[in-house]
């Protein structure tokens, strides 16, 4: 049975007051408007009694604030990013906020459709990863509205926006040496075509170190769109099969690994005697896999405080004041077995 909506009016009706007082008491304005208390807690002790939940839509219109935050990533079934999305509304909550998710695809166009709908619902903030191909101009419109906008996990050069991510250059770089260091001579990059500013800074560690340590270059470019598809694992074999002479992997994101190194193990390859192999972004397969991953390690605690705490730092100061806070926190790298010969 559908459970029944109760109205203000209906509610002012019961107690013989006024719609107005109701309204006062809802958004907390009645001490202000010199309602007693007596009649406030007669007011919140009816609306418990009869379940009254108000409507967002209409309040948040009404207010002008609707206490919920967008957390809007290229896929929020990734670990990665369903990790961070529980931390923050961890800390959200304990300051009445909610967290409303969803995902891009990494698509541009469903991006600036979300957008559209939650402006209508005037949501107080965004928390983005930005696809590949946003409108640049989009975006710059969207910064100069009330509603703050802070961009994760990659940024945009062109846009004077607030962002966390982390160190993706030293962090590939670390990881890099570490291989380096451990013997391994001549290592394949494994990453996404793409140009955003993580994959860009990723891509750009393995060029700069291949080039410093006079190691040929050996990358193969996955398209986002033949993710997940056995298109992915031909494109794969095959790269491994026209490089037969790499001695180590560098996989440029966690989902990439998990991929790869189950083809590898299909192909009867040992890791790490026939083949070492290095993640960016830890994962908790890594840790229980035969044998263990050595990964680039991303401060998930720490990135999902400074997003809360900027976010609320924005929220609390007024547009024509708010500038743009442009935080990179450092990454970390884990040993495991895959990278020691």
């Known amino acids: 049975m559908a459970k029944k909506k109760h109205s203000i009016k209906q509610i002012a009706n019961d107690l013989g007051i006024s719609a107005t007082t109701i309204s006062f008491v809802l958004n907390g304005k009645a001490k202000e408007n010199r309602i007693s208390q007596a009649l406030i807690d007669k007011v919140k002790s009816h609306i418990k009694k009869i379940g009254y939940q108000p409507n967002q839509l209409a309040k948040s219109l009404r207010t002008g604030k ?179 002479d790499l001695d180590a992997v560098f996989f440029a994101t966690n989902y990439l690994a998990i991929r790869g190194i189950k083809l590898l193990k299909n192909k009867g390859v040992e890791i790490p005697n026939d083949l070492a192999v290095m993640a960016f972004d830890d994962n908790d397969f890594f840790q229980f896999s035969t044998p263990s991953i050595s990964s680039i390690v991303q401060p998930k605690s720490e990135i999902a405080m400074k997003l809360i705490d900027l976010m609320f730092k924005h929220l609390k100061t007024k547009l024509e004041k708010r500038t743009p806070v442009k935080i990179e926190l450092p990454v970390s790298v884990k040993i495991r077995s895959s990278t020691i010969k």
């Open 66 to 244: 609707s206490n919920i935050i967008v957390f809007m990533v290229e896929d929020i079934s990734n670990p990665f990013f369903a990790t961070i999305a529980k931390l923050i509304e961890d800390e959200a909550s304990k300051l009445a906020y909610k967290i409303i998710y969803c995902s891009t695809n990494n698509d541009p166009e469903k991006t600036v459709s979300l957008i559209n709908l939650f402006n209508n619902l005037q949501v107080d903030g965004y928390i983005i990863t930005p696809p590949n191909g946003l409108d640049i101009d989009f975006m710059k419109e969207l910064c100069e509205e009330e509603a703050p906008i802070i961009l994760f996990d990659r940024y945009i050069p062109e846009i004077d926006c607030s962002h966390v991510v982390i160190a993706n250059y030293e962090g590939t770089k670390l990881g890099l040496l570490h291989l380096i260091d451990s013997g391994f001579k001549k290592i394949g990059f494994i990453t996404i075509d793409s140009d955003q500013s993580q994959m860009h800074d990723r891509r750009q560690a393995y060029e700069d170190i291949c080039e410093k340590q006079n190691m040929p270059k050996c990358i193969l470019k996955l398209p986002f769109d033949l993710l997940k598809s056995d298109v992915e694992n031909e494109l794969v074999e095959s790269f491994l099969n026209a490089n037969p």
